[in-house]
């Protein structure tokens, strides 16, 4: 008698441990669509048009399998890609934890302080950006420390949602009414070393920084102690595609937005938070309608408030998890040193946004030079775990995959000479 390969209670099953796996990918994207997409693709339109979307598409391919390797290690090994790290030498965790102290809480301190500037944009208070930015570092920490994995979880689907339909919106409102380009407007040269400052810093935060694969890695065991179940590699690859997918069409929809809607208009956008929120606001209801204002700005807060929860819970949890390696240490210290480095990662960039920074585009550009320079080690690192002799040979990188990697990292390297290049120039 045959027997069916697939009845309607297996097919429910799975289904249900494929909803029960969607979540790690996802909140990566949450964290990847804030200060890249908000700020960066932005400004790529509203600066250059089109012209800069092939970067962008490019650069989003080229970092594709050092993102997926994160989940992919963990679905096919059931350890984390730091414990791969771990593997290779203490030295690998040792570099991993060097990175994210030099970049873990410039980048919180980046992504709060454009919240800030966003949430100043209500008026409900008169207290200076760098106040209100101190403000929502302790909360954010309160939060992330009381309301753990399953408050990011719920919150990070919602807001990519929301803030997707908005910007869809928006695009296509902005298409219908046709480019704002002023008559005689002469689109600036790409190929200046002027033009290569904002590149590299597309590059860097685009769709996110490379650290962010260890991340999706440790939030996978979130999920799991969270449902129960743990997913296997086939889920972990949908749960990957759709979150890093949905960053990269967010990115695209955002560089519309600032091409449709600024691009030769004559207006730029400002160095100060404030300013730059109202402007990062108008782009929405110029073309919805001012009664959208309200609306957007909750939007696009929420979703750069969220974004700083994750780096708040991110950076500490992957600090704490290399702490746990070195040291070989038991769960229940892990989740206090966890707790520890969230406080220590607030605290630190309070003081970075108190004392030693004025301006916020100023501030996200360093996040995303300093994000950018270090992409080619770790994705390196990223490749040799994923083909280290614990990972099952149908889950190590194929040719295809083999070679974007080593195109990927090329990439990086030869845009980091010409960076150099860059700032030789200028002595």
Known sequence: MNIPISTPTATRNGLQNLLKALGPGILVACAAIGGSHLVWSTRAGAEFGWSLVWIILLTNLLKFPFFLYGQRYTAA???SLLAGYLRLGRRYVAIFLTINL???????????MLSAALFSAYGFFSAGLAWVTVGLL????????????RML?????????????CTVIAVILAARQGPVAM?????PDLLTWASFALVIAVIGWMPAPIDLSAWSSLWMFSREKQTGHFATPRETAIDFYIGYFSAVVMAVLFVALGALVMYGSGERFDGSGIAFSHQLVNLYAANIGDWSRPLILTAAFITMFSTTLTCIDGYPRSLAACCRLLSDCSVTVFQQIHRVMILFSAIIAMIIVLFFVRNLIQLLTFAAVISFLTSPVLAWINLRVMNGANVPDAQRP????????WLGMAYFVIMIGGYLIYHLRLL
């Open 398 to 405: 194929g040719r295809i995959l083999s070679w974007l990697s």
């Open 153 to 165: 979880d719920g919150m990070a689907k919602a807001v990519i949602v929301t803030l997707g339909l």
């Open 138 to 149: 302790a909360i954010s920490a309160a939060l992330v420390l009381f309301g753990h994995y």
């Open 102 to 112: 030099m970049t873990g809480v410039i980048n919180i301190a980046g992504v709060a």
């Open 77 to 79: 090994t059931g350890e």
């Open 183 to 187: 008559e005689g407007f002469e689109s």
